[in-house]
């Protein structure tokens, strides 16, 4: 079965710090691609980064990482020097398949508050 | 660049009645994604556009909901009638290509915050 587990639905961090948002996955689909998406209390889902189950190295953009451990099926988002706009709803989603016409399988989140 | 529209932001429906929703997505987008996102859940894909034809609508309640896109740009999400169990924020995005590589970027819109009493 094709899944995603946020284990974390609430976390606190202080402002400056750097902070990991946990995320597993599920996939018998050899190749497959993961993403990490922002909400805030807007309600848009905004792209942050994306690894692909090939890539060799982990997926960085700015101050977001993506800690890419594929033995252990995991994909971890790191963001560095936390600042107050980051406050928002962080979701894990995965691609499986070969296309973008997979369908796009979304964890149920956790929501990141930071302290100023 | 105009990002995805989405109207009305808001919506208030007693049960059993109808309800439209209205997504217009980027210009030149020719895949457009409705979602259901229910309080404290991860968006679920109810349908997929390729243009105007569907791509996948596995997850679409056929009994009470449907979606168009006639003219493969804007497109409509119906209920009807609606269930108590309806309330979720609904979510319109768009992508370039369907058929292109795992990387292809999906642009949401702000959704549609629905409330069934």
């Known amino acids: 079965a094709q899944k995603i587990t946020q284990t974390q639905p609430g976390m606190f961090v202080q402002e400056k710090e750097a902070v990991t948002l946990d995320c597993t996955y599920d996939?018998?689909?050899?190749?497959?691609?993961l993403f990490w998406y922002k909400q805030p209390s807007s309600g848009e889902m905004i792209f942050l980064i994306y690894?692909?189950?090939?890539?060799?190295q982990n997926a960085t953009e700015g101050r977001y990482s993506l800690n890419f451990q594929k033995a252990r099926k995991s994909a971890n988002l790191v963001i560095s020097a936390s600042q107050l706009g980051d406050s928002a709803m962080y979701f894990c989603a995965m691609r499986p398949g070969y296309s973008s016409a997979s369908k796009i399988i979304f964890g149920s989140g956790t929501r990141l508050s930071i302290r100023p | 660049e105009a990002g995805v529209a989405q109207s009305p932001r808001y919506k208030i429906i007693e049960k059993r009645q109808s309800v439209a929703f209205w997504c217009n997505p980027i210009s030149g987008h020719a895949t457009l994604y409705w979602y259901q996102q229910i309080l404290g859940q991860g968006p679920k894909l109810l349908i997929q556009?390729?243009?105007?034809?569907?791509?996948?609508d596995s997850q679409l309640p056929k009994d009470r909901f449907s979606a168009e896109r006639l003219k493969g740009v804007d497109s409509t999400l119906k209920i009807q009638p609606a269930k108590l169990e309806d309330s979720a924020v609904y979510l319109c995005?768009?992508?370039?290509?369907?058929?292109?590589?795992?990387?292809?970027?999906?642009?949401f819109g702000p959704g549609t915050r629905l409330l069934v009493l």
């Open positions: 995005a768009s992508s370039f290509l369907t058929g292109g590589t795992l990387q292809e970027t999906q642009y």
């Open positions: 556009f390729q243009n105007n034809g569907v791509v996948d």
């Open positions: 690894q692909g189950s090939y890539d060799q």
């Open positions: 996939t018998s689909d050899p190749s497959y691609g």
